[in-house]
T-cell receptor
Framework: EAGVVQSPRYKIIEKKQPVAFWCNPI?????LYWYRQNLGQGPELLIR????????DSQLPKDRFSAERLKGVDSTLKIQPAELGDSAVYLC?????????FGPGTRLTVT | GQNIDQPTEMTATEGAIVQINCTYQ??????LFWYQQHAGEAPTFLSY????GLEEKGRFSSFLSRSKGYSYLLLKELQMKDSASYLC???????????FGGGTRVLVKP
């Protein structure tokens, strides 16, 4: 069974530029999560989807971050414009019940 | 709110035992997960405790005391490949939500 797929794995951009991350969850997993993980810290939830509905986006900085999960499968997380403080690893995870399965993440560096 | 504490870093010798403690204060609790994360990789599932007591799985064991808001992960017969970060996470079924601690970086030395 394929795991959670994310792309790109690495991204370097200049501040004020836009960036997008893509996630393909495990087949059949209704719940999809986007996390941000700063160096030396645990993942912090940005947004959670149940199928195509964003049911918890309370931690998503909505002035510059947006996400979508069309058709309740793949998801895209976008930052526009990026700031220096957005440098982090962006993890996608999916679950059916309880245990979450993580993708390898996208390491974003904003210069 | 939620407060989850674990030590930042621990060092141990190959073949030894290390215990990683995690304390939590949460507004809701349905279980506690431990994940392992090697540098630059995804967190991977190690254990899930719902009831009080010890769960053993090979060289790794996890303990939970719900009344004390306390868990630990025990790594026995340490191997070099066990050098990684270990993440404690509280699970709330309402909201299907995991809240992570800051992670404990374990360094295994020869």
């Amino acid at each position: 069974e394929a795991g959670v797929v994310q792309s790109p794995r690495y991204k370097i951009i200049e501040k004020k530029q836009p960036v997008a991350f893509w996630c393909n969850p495990i087949s059949g997993h209704n719940t999809l999560y986007w996390y941000r993980q700063n160096l030396g810290q645990g993942p912090e939830l940005l947004i959670r989807y149940e199928n195509e509905e964003a049911v918890d986006d309370s931690q998503l900085p909505k002035d510059r971050f947006s996400a979508e999960r069309l058709k309740g499968v793949d998801s895209t997380l976008k930052i526009q414009p990026a700031e220096l403080g957005d440098s982090a690893v962006y993890l996608c995870a999916s679950s059916l019940t309880g245990e979450q399965y993580f993708g390898p993440g996208t390491r974003l560096t904003v210069t | 709110g939620q407060n989850i504490d674990q030590p930042t870093e621990m060092t141990a010798t190959e073949g030894a035992i290390v215990q990683i403690n995690c304390t939590y204060q949460t507004s809701g609790f349905n279980g506690l997960f431990w994940y392992q994360q090697h540098a630059g990789e995804a967190p991977t599932f190690l254990s899930y405790n719902v009831l009080d007591g010890l769960e053993e799985k090979g060289r790794f064991s996890s303990f939970l005391s719900r009344s004390k808001g306390y868990s630990y992960l025990l790594l026995k017969e340490l191997q070099m490949k066990d050098s990684a970060s270990y993440l404690c996470a509280v699970f709330k079924a309402a909201g299907n939500k995991l809240t992570f601690g800051g992670g404990t970086r374990v360094l295994v030395k020869p």
